[in-house]
């Protein structure tokens, strides 16, 4: 009887143990943004780890894996152990844009990744240079129309948010533009200032002071509501492009294969840390709005932006050469 008693308890501490699950998190979170510290990505990582480690209750670290346009990090994080310690803060470039550039990029985002949450978004502005006879988007889709090939836009570099918004309004206005690749937001506002380029998409908090200083005239901007940050300039939608819509955004994603109950343990604390007063006032200062959703929202942006991206590249045949 003795030894059918300790029989029956082992198996039943077996069982238990079994569907027992696993202390998360057991050790430090790796959080891997694919841009160098400073940066966009970089800054808003940054600002969401402190409290995300408190929620979690473990270290949140920073990686910073830069090169490629964040496809390195993507890849990193795509082939990492699916157990939540390393996750991704990725963008619009990375997860939506870059498998319709490169036919040989080495993760496919609607498969290689498990969704949390969406992290921010925040909407470009077009910006004229004054010389530009242009006080709306009207005026200056007239003005391209007049003058084909002439007008200009410059953009970070080739397949980034800005290029693409550029490229979406040229096929939906159906006029003209030339784009301009820099290597980076700086350069390519300096382009705009020196008259280099007739216009440039650029992030409200980098136009905002030479708007204010007269050297740079914004006629829209590309969300779909007006921007917080400059609540007197219309969308493009509403300036005649009905459906217009080029979103910058940062989202969180884990690998795939990921347990749903770390997903939505990661899900809660970090929309949770977005919704923390001193997270948004410092997010605020960025221009970035945050945007917490559930994993399946962010699955559902991320086939959507996936498709729309995917259609402009094809359309306005761009390469990442």
Known sequence: MMKTHRWLFGIAALAIAGHAPAQFPS????MVVGFAPGGGTDTVARILAKTVSEGLGQQVVVDNKAGAGGNIATDYVAKAAPDGHTILLGNVGSLTVAPHLLASLPYDPLRDF???TMAVVFANV????PSVP?????EFVRLAKEK????TYGSSGIGGAGHLAGELLRIMAGIDLVHVPYKGGGPAMQGLLGGQISAYFATPVAAGPHMKAGKARA??????????FLPEVPTVAESGYPGYEAINWYAYVAPAK???DIVERLNREIVRALGSPEVKELLAKQGLEPKPSTPEELARTMEREYA??????????ITAN
């Open 308 to 317: 729309t991206w995917g259609r402009v590249v094809k359309e306005a045949k």
């Open 114 to 116: 498990a969704p949390i």
């Open 148 to 151: 084909p090939g002439q007008l």
């Open 258 to 260: 990921t347990p749903k």
């Open 219 to 228: 006629i829209a901007s590309t969300g779909t509501t007006r921007s917080p």
């Open 27 to 30: 050790r430090p979170i790796t």
């Open 134 to 138: 242009a006080k709306t988007l009207a």
């Open 126 to 129: 077009i910006v004229v240079h």
